[in-house]
T-cell receptor, first 117, second 115 residues
């Protein structure tokens, strides 16, 4: 079974600084997809970034980048130039494709990020 | 834009009641999911469906059932609500197939309180 581990329940970062949110995963499948979602206090789940297991380069989306280290089974999210609006819960997730075409995402427990002035 | 709509934002029910949580998506997605979110536990998958009338158990199906009679609608049913089912419930959808990179699209959640 797939497993996602986020070991940082809470993180603080100063505005304009960069921050790294940790995510490790465990799977025996050679093919998988990794996602990061942001959940602000409003509760909506916002998709941030995706990394495929065969992607050669680390994914980037604006101020978000994914530090993908396949051998270590880690997929850390890096947020550059933090803003107050980045304060939120962040979830790492992994997709498993099932026999028959269905798929499901397994989520980690999340990291609560607070950006301070 | 994909829209996933959950019928209630807040719900208060009594122990033993039968509870229906409804979810509708408008993008013709084959896959639909129900998660519950609890502090410190993240999102845990209850049930999912990859086709009409199909359903699969997730990681925590006990005490729940689902119904998918139409492609756009996926209902979560608590047959006899209990206080330990007080939680935030999130519905999501995604396209079918073997595409790894399609993100889930989530509804805004239903916060259920069972008293």
């Amino acid at each position: 079974a797939q497993k996602i581990t986020q070991t940082q329940p809470g993180m603080f970062v100063q505005e304009k600084e960069a921050v790294t949110l940790d995510c490790t995963y465990d799977t025996s499948d050679p093919s998988y997809g990794l996602f990061w979602y942001k959940q602000p206090s409003s509760g909506e789940m916002i998709f941030l970034i995706y990394q495929g297991s065969y992607d050669q380069q680390n994914a980037t989306e604006g101020r978000y980048s994914l530090n993908f280290q396949k051998a270590r089974k880690s997929a850390n999210l890096v947020i550059s130039a933090s803003q107050l609006g980045d304060s939120a819960m962040y979830f790492c997730a992994m997709r498993e494709i099932l026999t028959g075409g269905g798929n499901k995402l397994t989520f980690g427990t999340g990291t609560q990020l607070k950006v301070e002035l | 834009d994909v829209k996933v709509t959950q019928s209630s934002r807040y719900l208060v029910k009594r122990t033993g009641e039968k509870v229906f949580l409804e979810c509708v998506q408008d993008m013709d997605h084959e896959n639909m999911f129900w998660y519950r979110q609890d502090p410190g536990l993240g999102l845990r998958l209850i049930y999912f469906s990859y086709d009409v009338k199909m359903k699969e158990k997730g990681d925590i199906p006990e005490g729940y059932s689902v119904s998918r009679e139409k492609k756009e609608r996926f209902s979560l049913i608590l047959e006899s609500a209990s206080t330990n089912q007080t939680s935030m419930y999130l519905c999501a959808s995604s396209p079918s197939g073997y595409s790894y990179n399609s993100p889930l699209h989530f509804g805004n959640g239903t916060r259920l309180t069972v008293t």
